[in-house]
């Protein structure tokens, strides 16, 4: 089976000359296998199409893709998004009483088949019929409609959409922009649901300092918990989750995670994550999706989560007898020991004092080829400390003096936690930086190079700040929160180019991230910080991996040890042998 994607924002035929079509061989010979009218998008004939690849390679922006796909039947295609648009194959089916994860790359169909099973979109196998009354349009829908019941007459996945007349349906998407508004917290609450159950919600999520607040004015954590209790105030028998936990940092993903577990007893949950820790912490089983980004997605049967995630790593699904990669991911880096790079800077003791926030910094040192994980809850002063080392918040270095800026007599590169939208293309960027082919290549830019900046999704922005950060001549590496919007693959990438462009310049790292696989990745030393979130903070001394993550875990009460099989770092379950064991030993993480 062969098909052929066409990407719309990408096919220019302006500004190309309508090149594929003069190329193609089925073309020329006066057949129309590419056709492209006035006005619109370059069209291939999937049937016509003999998968020469000409087409491809010609195009100049990389808006065509001939993919041939010897193991999947076209009678598998479920949902098509239009013309040479991206395909899904197989459906996952929901799982009664338990928490379903979805584990894959972005861009593969975890969203798409979610917005299927809530009855958002509809099954078509492929089949794109106009939404209008002409005779042949409705024609063409009874028969698409008696053979998606043929095909599913049977099987459970008929029993589900047959169910889901009769079910209640709750979804909490992944894009959260809808909600920002100038109403209040409160007030968009109460049209969801009862005060009684809005106060008991409001408790367990940990939002009741922010309910006056409007919500253009909160942070993108509180967002996130907002729209989480949204959906959850529904009275529903099927709950669909789209990536809950970003923004949120560790002791909030543990709570949420609990507060959904607690709440899928009796219930059907469904959730995609890409943090996998979390993943393995919060579901019972998972369904793999695999294929290329943006083209197709496959989706395995269903697994336990620990099977399911090692075999998501090893790249190979047994039952399904598929190789997904080339390569196992695994998490057995090189770590430099704790402190013994040549000493290139230090930072004095330092405070910070806003109106109802304040800040201190514990002083240390900043050594050659070392990577340095920032742990701690969200509004304990992280952001402010990178701030501070990158020279662009000034700070009260000695009592009862102005502030000013740190003087590190080092160059520093610096990667914001927000990152704003220019108006520039990537490729005008990518040559006035003089990003280099090995770095673009890291971080997959080169599929997106005659994008406007301001055009790029959440993923792709941060892959491009990230790769700009790194590409830059500098002594300190400053990162706030590089795994937001990335998969896991893209986040094991994105450890492996830190650790080799650090061991490669013998330069140094600063990383602030919430995903404790990421850091227990990258990190050599961990600084935590600690405090009330809001309203104080302090940072740690500079401690070695097990210690710093302990020292977190200990104030989260949950245990961390590394899995025999795949080597990744996994929580302990709540009052397990082991995690009684490592709590006793006072040994939280264990590596």
């Known amino acids: 089976m062969r098909i052929a994607i066409v990407h719309k924002e990408k096919c220019k035929p302006n500004a190309c000359g309508k090149v594929c079509a003069k190329v193609c061989p089925i073309n020329k010979k006066g057949e129309k296998c590419i056709e492209i009218l006035d006005g619109e998008k370059a069209k291939i004939d999937e049937k016509l199409c003999v998968g020469c690849g000409i087409c491809p390679n010609r195009c100049p922006f990389g808006a065509i893709d001939i993919i041939n796909l010897p193991s999947v039947k076209e009678s598998d295609l479920i949902f098509r998004y239009g013309t040479n648009g991206f395909s899904l194959y197989g459906l996952p089916i929901p799982k009664e009483k338990a928490v379903l994860g979805f584990l894959g790359r972005n861009g593969i169909g975890k969203t798409t088949a979610i917005e299927i099973l809530t009855g958002k979109l509809k099954v078509n196998l492929g089949k794109n019929i106009p939404d209008n009354d002409k005779k042949e349009n409705q024609e063409a829908r009874e028969k698409l409609e008696k053979k998606i019941k043929e095909k599913f007459q049977g099987t459970e996945l008929m029993h589900y959409f047959n169910e889901l007349k009769n079910k209640k349906i709750s979804y909490k998407p992944q894009n959260l922009f809808s909600l920002v508004s100038d109403v209040k917290v409160i007030d968009l609450l109460e049209k969801l649901g009862k005060k009684e159950k809005i106060k008991e919600l409001v408790e367990k999520i940990g939002i009741k300092n922010i309910l006056e607040n409007k919500l253009n004015k909160i942070s993108g954590g509180e967002l996130q918990k907002v729209a989480i209790l949204a959906c959850c105030l529904k009275e529903a028998d099927i709950y669909f989750f789209d990536e809950p936990l970003a923004f949120l940092d560790i002791g909030e993903r543990i709570r949420i995670s609990d507060f959904i577990k607690e709440l899928a007893r009796g219930k059907t949950v469904i959730v995609i994550e890409h943090d996998l820790l979390i993943l393995d912490y919060l579901t019972e089983y998972i369904n793999i999706f695999f294929g290329q980004q943006a083209c197709y997605g496959l989706v395995s049967g269903i697994k336990s989560t620990k099977y399911g995630i090692n075999s998501y790593l090893e790249g190979f699904l047994k039952e399904e007898n598929v190789r997904m990669r080339d390569k196992a991911l695994n998490f057995n880096l090189i770590k430099a020991?704790?402190?013994?790079?040549?000493?290139?800077?230090?930072?004095?003791?330092?405070?910070?004092?806003?109106?109802?926030?304040?800040?201190?910094?514990?002083?240390?040192?900043?050594?050659?080829?070392?990577?340095?994980?920032?742990?701690?809850?969200?509004?304990?002063?992280?952001?402010?400390?990178?701030?501070?080392?990158?020279?662009?918040?000034?700070?009260?270095?000695?009592?009862?003096?102005?502030?000013?800026?740190?003087?590190?007599?080092?160059?520093?590169?610096?990667?914001?936690?927000?990152?704003?939208?220019?108006?520039?293309?990537?490729?005008?960027?990518?040559?006035?930086?003089?990003?280099?082919?090995?770095?673009?290549?890291?971080?997959?830019?080169?599929?997106?190079?005659?994008?406007?900046?301001s055009e790029l999704s959440g993923g792709e922005l941060q892959r491009f700040s990230i790769a700009r950060c790194l590409s830059k001549e500098a002594d300190l590496y400053l990162l706030d929160e590089p795994s937001a919007y990335l998969d896991v693959e893209e986040r094991i990438n994105l450890a492996k180019a830190i650790k080799e462009i650090m061991n490669e310049k013998q330069k140094t790292a600063f990383v602030i991230d919430h995903d404790l696989l990421l850091i227990s990745y990258v990190a050599d030393n961990i600084l935590v910080f600690q405090g009330e979130s809001g309203k104080h903070g302090i940072s740690s001394e500079l401690l070695n991996l097990e210690k710093g993550i302990s020292l977190l875990l200990k104030e989260l009460n949950i245990t961390l040890i590394k899995d025999k099989e795949s080597g990744r770092p996994k929580i302990n379950d709540k009052d397990s042998v082991l995690d009684r064991e490592q709590k006793a030993k006072g040994e939280y993480a264990v590596f």
């Open 337 to 453: 020991a704790s402190l013994t790079g040549s000493l290139v800077g230090e930072w004095e003791e330092f405070e910070k004092k806003y109106t109802n926030f304040s800040f201190k910094a514990n002083k240390g040192e900043i050594r050659e080829n070392c990577v340095i994980g920032i742990l701690g809850k969200n509004g304990t002063g992280k952001t402010t400390f990178m701030k501070a080392l990158a020279g662009i918040e000034p700070v009260h270095i000695e009592k009862n003096k102005k502030e000013k800026i740190l003087d590190l007599k080092l160059k520093v590169s610096y990667k914001p936690q927000y990152i704003e939208k220019e108006d520039k293309l990537v490729s005008q960027i990518i040559k006035e930086e003089k990003i280099n082919k090995k770095i673009c290549s890291t971080f997959n830019i080169e599929n997106i190079i005659m994008k406007k900046i």
